[in-house]
T-cell receptor, first 111, second 112 residues
Framework: DVKVTQSSRYLVKRTGEKVFLECVQD?????MFWYRQDPGLGLRLIYF???????EKGDIPEGYSVSREKKERFSLILESASTNQTSMYLC??????????FGDGTRLSIL | QKEVEQNSGPLSVPEGAIASLNCTYS??????FFWYRQYSGKSPELIMS????GDKEDGRFTAQLNKASQYVSLLIRDSQPSDSATYLC????????????FGRGTSLIVHP
């Protein structure tokens, strides 16, 4: 069974901090994704990666960057955290056109 | 961007009834369709995939796909209070893309 692991379930940071969210998958999937989910807005794609060191902007990349140095690991970086980045962050991985597998999510609060 | 539309609900049904959840999509080229269940505070989990027209059954769940009318439905028979959750429809963006567009979800409440 696919396992997608996010490093933290809950995280509290201060405005202006640089924040790292980590995601690891164990199924050798090529494709990995970062989403944020907010009430009434659904899942919104921030960035995705289709190979090591390859990344593409999603629908709302502003204020974020990503890193994929190894196939199994995909990191989301908030360069200078702001309160409007308080949200639930979800990582997912997938092989081809199969359904995505999600991690447990990180609930991030920026104070 | 291709659209995936769901009624936000809440859809309220009594225990034991059939819950019917609907999703429409705009991209006629879409080939695969997914239903996820998301409990409050948790991440989405896949419950059904469907790739061809018609019905697909898995236990109490049935997915129905009608590509001509561009809708996909999820039926939950013998609804239980534990089915209370938000149900997300996901459709790849088409043109060979594997990136799904998610609907905003329908909230289902099953009351005893």
């Amino acid at each position: 069974d696919v396992k997608v692991t996010q490093s933290s379930r809950y995280l509290v940071k201060r405005t202006g901090e640089k924040v790292f969210l980590e995601c690891v998958q164990d199924m050798d999937h090529e494709n990995m994704f970062w989403y944020r989910q907010d009430p009434g807005l659904g899942l919104r794609l921030i960035y995705f990666s289709y190979d090591v060191k390859m990344k593409e902007k999603g629908d709302i990349p502003e204020g974020y960057s990503v890193s994929r140095e190894k196939k199994e690991r995909f990191s989301l970086i908030l360069e200078s955290a702001s309160t409007n980045q308080t949200s639930m962050y979800l990582c997912a991985s997938v092989d081809g056109n199969q359904p995505q597998h999600f991690g447990d999510g990180t609930r991030l609060s920026i104070l | 961007q291709k659209e995936v539309e769901q009624n936000s609900g809440p859809l309220s049904v009594p225990e034991g009834a059939i819950a019917s959840l609907n999703c429409t999509y705009s991209d006629r080229g879409s080939q695969s369709f997914f239903w996820y269940r998301q409990y409050s505070g948790k991440s989405p989990e896949l419950i059904m995939s469907i790739y061809s027209n018609g019905d697909k059954e898995d236990g109490r769940f049935t997915a129905q796909l009608n590509k001509a009318s561009q809708y996909v439905s999820l039926l939950i028979r013998d609804s239980q209070p534990s089915d209370s959750a938000t149900y997300l429809c996901a459709v790849p963006r088409g043109g060979g893309s594997y990136i799904p567009t998610f609907g905003r979800g329908t909230s289902l409440i099953v009351h005893p």
